[in-house]
């Protein structure tokens, strides 16, 4: 949807779709609590499907090209809803992308995606409606629609740790997950795991997805190759290691993120069980909390901080002519910190 299109979609015409009236239209954009929740969800969905941009956000994407003198330096950062369960992760993106910001002159407006889509939108227009917004940093996993939306909104869309979709025009910045999970299964290999499970996240889920794909990779170093899904808490991580011993399930080693490994270390040491004598352990993340724990954790280390540092360093090059958007991706190395798990 161009520029144009988007300029001449007005408040009358949106209230026309939504059948109401411009006061209720008006009514949701500041988020009036007198609007009745079917009713704001209509209106809603009509703003997404015309492509409905407020006049300052429109004014930001007259101007997209440069940053010049005299522009608002501001940007969005949202964060997905899969963040929320890796917090740590995803605060360091965050220091990342502010420390960068603040030695670049930019400054950084942070809203996080609710499950709730409809309320999410109004956040993000509320967010990217600062008149001469210069772009959006995406952290976490979003869908095609979503970020089609985002990008109707406001200019120079980043994707951070997040898999660019086919066709769409943004910068990505995102982790080697792939060789980094196949870091993590080397070593349990080479620490004597010959059954190892892996516990990913929710079916579908990027990392999820190369967690599978490096279980494939490297399949014939081990007799077998166990894959369970689930969130990223550390409560799932202790049910599921309890339940794989309560049934006696043959498994001598465990890949997860960092956060699911505290539950499985706490479910490993309930059952009487040691690490790694019994179960060899490797996690993914590095979080500051796996050298302090008893045995400490080997773990997959991404720089995140340098995630968010490459996505504003990006944005910048952008806004100023220095790069084209399209097609662009900055991978970040995955490294293994051994320890004492595996």
Same mark, same amino acid.
């Given at each position: 949807?161009?520029?144009?299109?988007?300029?001449?979609?007005?408040?009358?015409?949106?209230?026309?779709?939504?059948?109401?009236?411009?006061?209720?239209?008006?009514?949701?954009?500041?988020?009036?609590?007198? %609007?009745?929740?079917?009713? =704001?969800?209509?209106?809603?969905?009509?703003?997404? &499907?015309? $492509?409905?941009?407020?006049?300052?956000?429109?004014?930001?994407?007259?101007?997209?090209?440069?940053?010049?003198?005299?522009?608002?330096?501001? +940007?969005?950062?949202?964060?997905?809803? @899969?963040?929320?369960?890796?917090?740590? +992760?995803?605060?360091? %993106?965050?220091?990342?992308? &502010?420390?960068?910001?603040?030695?670049?002159?930019?400054?950084?407006?942070?809203?996080?995606?609710?499950?709730?889509?409809?309320?999410?939108?109004?956040?993000?227009?509320?967010?990217?409606?600062?008149? /001469?917004?210069? /772009?959006?940093?995406?952290?976490?996993?979003? $869908?095609?629609?979503? #970020? &089609?939306?985002?990008?109707?909104?406001?200019?120079?869309?980043?994707?951070?740790?997040?898999?660019?979709?086919?066709?769409?025009?943004? %910068?990505?910045?995102?982790?080697?997950?792939?060789?980094?999970?196949?870091?993590?299964? =080397?070593?349990?290999?080479?620490?004597?795991?010959?059954?190892?499970?892996?516990?990913?996240?929710?079916?579908?889920?990027? +990392?999820?997805?190369?967690?599978?794909?490096?279980? $494939?990779?490297?399949?014939?170093?081990?007799?077998?190759?166990?894959?369970?899904?689930?969130?990223?808490?550390?409560?799932?991580?202790?049910? #599921?290691?309890?339940?794989?011993?309560?049934?006696?399930?043959? +498994?001598? $080693? #465990?890949?997860?993120? @960092?956060?699911?490994?505290? /539950?499985?270390?706490?479910?490993?040491?309930?059952?009487?069980?040691?690490?790694?004598?019994?179960?060899?352990?490797?996690?993914?993340?590095?979080?500051?909390?796996? &050298?302090?724990?008893?045995?400490?954790?080997?773990? %997959?280390?991404?720089?995140?901080?340098?995630?968010?540092?490459?996505?504003?360093?990006?944005?910048?090059?952008?806004?100023? /002519?220095?790069?084209?958007?399209?097609?662009?991706?900055?991978?970040?190395?995955?490294?293994?910190?051994? =320890?004492?798990?595996?």
């Amino acid at each position: 949807m161009n520029d144009a299109h988007c300029q001449s979609v007005t408040i009358s015409a949106v209230a026309q779709n939504a059948g109401v009236s411009r006061m209720t239209v008006s009514r949701v954009m500041s988020n009036d609590p007198r %609007v009745l929740p079917q009713t =704001r969800q209509r209106v809603l969905a009509a703003m997404q &499907e015309m $492509g409905y941009v407020p006049n300052p956000s429109a004014r930001a994407m007259r101007s997209r090209d440069k940053l010049l003198a005299g522009q608002n330096s501001c +940007f969005a950062v949202i964060f997905g809803t @899969d963040t929320q369960n890796a917090d740590e +992760f995803f605060c360091e %993106v965050a220091r990342g992308v &502010e420390s960068q910001a603040a030695a670049s002159g930019l400054c950084a407006l942070q809203v996080h995606w609710l499950e709730d889509a409809h309320a999410s939108w109004l956040r993000v227009q509320s967010a990217c409606s600062v008149a /001469g917004m210069c /772009g959006v940093i995406l952290v976490g996993q979003f $869908g095609r629609e979503d #970020i &089609e939306s985002i990008s109707r909104v406001t200019p120079n869309v980043i994707l951070v740790d997040c898999p660019r979709p086919a066709g769409t025009s943004c %910068v990505g910045i995102e982790s080697d997950n792939v060789a980094g999970c196949e870091l993590a299964l =080397r070593q349990l290999a080479e620490a004597g795991s010959r059954r190892p499970v892996v516990i990913a996240g929710p079916q579908g889920h990027y +990392f999820s997805n190369a967690m599978q794909s490096a279980a $494939g990779n490297l399949a014939g170093l081990f007799e077998s190759v166990q894959l369970l899904h689930s969130d990223y808490s550390s409560k799932s991580g202790r049910q #599921i290691v309890s339940d794989l011993i309560a049934r006696g399930a043959d +498994f001598d $080693g #465990i890949f997860a993120n @960092d956060t699911l490994c505290l /539950g499985a270390y706490r479910a490993i040491h309930s059952a009487g069980l040691g690490i790694p004598k019994d179960i060899r352990i490797v996690g993914f993340d590095d979080l500051p909390i796996c &050298e302090f724990l008893t045995p400490s954790l080997t773990s %997959v280390s991404i720089d995140k901080r340098q995630l968010g540092r490459e996505a504003v360093a990006s944005l910048l090059q952008i806004v100023r /002519g220095r790069c084209e958007q399209l097609n662009m991706k900055i991978t970040v190395n995955a490294t293994l910190i051994r =320890r004492e798990s595996a």
